[in-house]
């Protein structure tokens, strides 16, 4: 994985590591404040947020497909790990290379979140083109970005 490819998958992991607490906490009172309230007409903003990717491929094929993403739960988070670790078959995670150690953050997230998508995305282990989960991972870390970030007041 080129250097930048690595830096931006690093920077997809970091949008999707749990806010600190303090902000968990102003981020609910903005909700609940009126003018800070999160607009309801961004689909972002809801748990649940259904997408279309359309992305070319090597060798002239294109992946599309709908796909439901959920924002997950603690309990869910934990699972995402758990996951990423039995991918890795025992290998300490800070062995791996950059790419693998994406690849397996990527897919386990993408294994638990996606509650609907396209059945060439049911095991994407089988794909070869990784800017197809990465395209597929980009819109579920803005998904989650959007979901966490206290909206601006009106």
Not at 63 to 76: A, M, P, R
């Amino acid at each position: 994985m080129p250097e930048d490819k690595a830096a931006e998958a690093a920077k997809l992991h970091q949008t999707l590591s749990m806010p600190p607490l303090n902000d968990v906490r102003a981020q609910v009172e903005a909700s609940q404040n009126g003018p800070g309230a999160p607009k309801s007409d961004d689909p972002k903003m809801a748990e649940k947020y259904r997408f279309t990717i359309d992305h070319p491929a090597g060798g002239g094929r294109r992946y599309v497909g709908d796909f439901v993403n959920k924002v997950l739960t603690i309990g869910e988070r934990k699972l995402v790990g758990v996951i990423r670790s039995r991918q890795a078959s025992g290998v300490a995670l800070e062995s791996l290379t950059p790419e693998v150690f994406n690849l397996f953050f990527i897919t386990s997230w993408l294994s638990v979140s996606l509650v609907e998508r396209p059945k060439w995305a049911e095991d994407f282990d089988k794909l070869h083109d990784t800017s197809v989960i990465e395209a597929v991972f980009s819109e579920v870390a803005s998904h989650e970005k959007c979901f966490f970030k206290p909206s601006e007041p009106s």
